[in-house]
Each structure stands twice: as structure tokens, then as C-alpha cells.
Nanobody, 120 residues
Framework: QVQLVESGGGLVQPGGSPRLSCAASGSISSINRMGWYRQAPGKQRELVAT???????NYADSVKGRFTISRDNAKNTVSLQMNSLKPEDTADYYC??????????????WGQGTQVLVSS
């Protein structure tokens, strides 16, 4: 089992630069990828950014150049630096940890979510 606890978020003005953080605990050694997803009201959850244990990153086109994901393997944390926020970035942001299981299986763990509201 992996537990994820997010922090950061809240009300942010357009153009703001908040930082989200997520701390993982539990079966840390099984995690091979961490990331952030978001879900806006009335929409499906979507990938924002991911980072592997080796540091390979992947971003949604909508956030490329504005968001940066980073990972501290020693502290078991993953962060999302968000810059130049737009109203359309408003969503609940969820931390994700993907764990490898025997026989090639994988399991996704989720945090409880943190709201980011971009509004003036």
C-alpha cells in the first residue's frame, strides 16, 4: 500500500505560480512513476504531468512550458510548480503513484486531491 498526501493549492490569481507537493509513504520501493492529474468540474480526470524514478517527464500539451514536475526520491515527494496560471487550470489536482506489481501488473494510488481555483 502507498499513501499520498498533497499540499498546496487554493485560490490563485491568473498568472500566479503556486506549487503543489505530494508526500508518499508506505511501499515506496514499488513506485516506478509519480505524477499529477486534474479534474475540472464536469470533466474527466486528465493527466497533467508524470515523472519516473529515473527522472523522465511527460506533460500534457496544455501545461507544457508552464508547469514543471520534480521528484525527490530521498524524501519520497513529488512537486508540481505551476506558472502563468489560467482560469482553465482550475480543477481538483490529484497526486498519483504507479506501483509495479508481479507479472507486469501495475496499480495506481491516488491522493485525496487539492483544489486549485484560478480567479481574480
Amino acid at each position: 500500500q502507498v499513501q499520498l498526501v498533497e499540499s498546496g493549492g487554493g485560490l490563485v490569481q491568473p498568472g500566479g505560480s503556486p506549487r503543489l507537493s505530494c508526500a508518499a509513504s508506505g511501499s515506496i520501493s514499488s513506485i516506478n512513476r509519480m505524477g499529477w492529474y486534474r479534474q475540472a468540474p464536469g470533466k474527466q480526470r486528465e493527466l497533467v504531468a508524470t515523472i519516473t524514478t529515473g527522472g523522465n517527464t511527460n506533460y500534457a500539451d496544455s501545461v507544457k512550458g508552464r508547469f514543471t514536475i520534480s521528484r525527490d526520491n530521498a524524501k519520497n515527494t513529488v512537486s508540481l510548480q505551476m506558472n502563468s496560471l489560467k482560469p482553465e487550470d482550475t480543477a481538483d489536482y490529484y497526486c498519483n503513484a504507479r506501483a509495479g506489481l508481479p507479472f507486469g501488473r501495475q496499480h495506481d494510488y491516488w491522493g485525496q486531491g487539492t483544489q486549485v481555483l484560478v480567479s481574480s
